[in-house]
């Protein structure tokens, strides 16, 4: 069984292994399905729309069978553990579950679990698929990662794609710069101010401010944040003629980012999302055991 809990658990050969499997997904292997009666559970504990109905989507393209899991007239409600509804899901057939949950890598709860885990999200750590759709987009567009820079904007610390945006661009060549309000970052090597990383990046990744994972109420008002820290249509000025703005969503219009700018001409936020239907595909391939396809080149 392959799982997928972190970008950092794969060698660099497997990432894009994976980027050019979900590639192939958009061309050659649009028929390629799993084997008949493969179920599939995805459990989602928080909110979400894009990675839950994009597994679905990919799940079901695949030909799996696909149950949508809800914890309210589950018997979470009754105090079961996260472990015990997965070992429940194993033992009643389901072959790999998709997993979104609040707390910090609970996947270290399920190290006896015997089938699949994608990860979906884990609090403020991981979200690995995220991370493989914003780099098959990254490639789509420049054709390489090698000296590719991304400017990392917002809500930096509360955000489980910032660092494996990172940790993934070092891995390939690239390069990555957070920036943001203070509270919301660390000033370390990798820090710019906005209007700096807005010049500098091939690639401006604007994050949603993460207002449910926050212990207190935003002291400024929404226009002050988008003006001091978000992506205003003068900033936008700013950028690199041939750099492209993405954002995880989803988006608040006005907020992180000028409404307008979020279908303009640099913008491939609605890309990214297409483009997670193809490597969720990819993953939940991998995740069976078949081997990456080799006919088809990134
Ligand atoms: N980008 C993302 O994870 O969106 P959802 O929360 O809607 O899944």
């Not at 979906?120 to 759709?133: E, F, I, R, V, W």
């Not at 990046?201 to 935003?218: G, N, S």
Request: glycine residues 6%.
């Amino acid at each position: 069984q392959n799982s997928l809990l972190r970008i950092s658990d794969l060698t660099k050969e497997e990432l894009l292994d994976i980027l050019n499997d979900a590639h192939a997904f958009s061309c050659s292997h649009r028929d390629w399905q799993l084997p008949d009666r493969t179920l599939i559970a995805n459990l989602f504990f928080e909110p979400s729309t894009r990675t839950h109905y994009s597994f679905a989507s990919a799940e079901l393209q695949l030909g799996a069978r696909v149950e949508d899991f809800s914890a309210a007239g589950s018997s979470v409600e009754k105090g079961e553990t996260l472990y015990d509804t997965v070992k429940t899901f194993e033992s009643i057939g389901y072959n790999a579950v998709v997993i979104r949950h609040s707390k910090d890598e609970y996947f270290k709860e399920l190290e006896n679990i015997n089938i699949p885990i994608l990860n979906a999200g884990d609090g403020c750590g991981n979200h690995p698929t995220q991370c493989l759709l914003d780099l098959l987009t990254i490639y789509q567009e420049f054709k390489t990662f090698e000296n590719i820079k991304v400017a990392v904007i917002g809500d930096v610390t509360h955000s489980r794609v910032a660092n494996s945006i990172k940790e993934a661009m070092a891995m390939l060549g690239g390069e990555t710069r957070f920036s943001g309000p203070d509270e919301w970052i660390h000033k370390d090597e990798s820090y710019m101010p906005v209007d700096e990383a807005v010049k500098w990046a091939d690639v401006v990744m604007m994050l949603r401010i993460q207002h449910e994972r926050h212990k207190e109420t935003m002291a400024m008002s929404k226009e002050e944040y988008l003006e001091r820290y978000g992506l205003t249509k003068k900033r936008a000025e700013m950028m690199k003629p041939h750099a492209i703005i993405m954002h995880p969503a989803p988006v608040n219009r006005g907020v992180e980012i000028d409404n307008d700018l979020v279908e303009c001409e640099k913008s491939r936020i609605f890309k990214q999302m297409e483009n997670g239907v193809l490597v969720r595909k990819a993953v939940v391939k991998r995740a069976f055991g078949f081997a990456p396809f080799k006919d088809v080149k990134l």
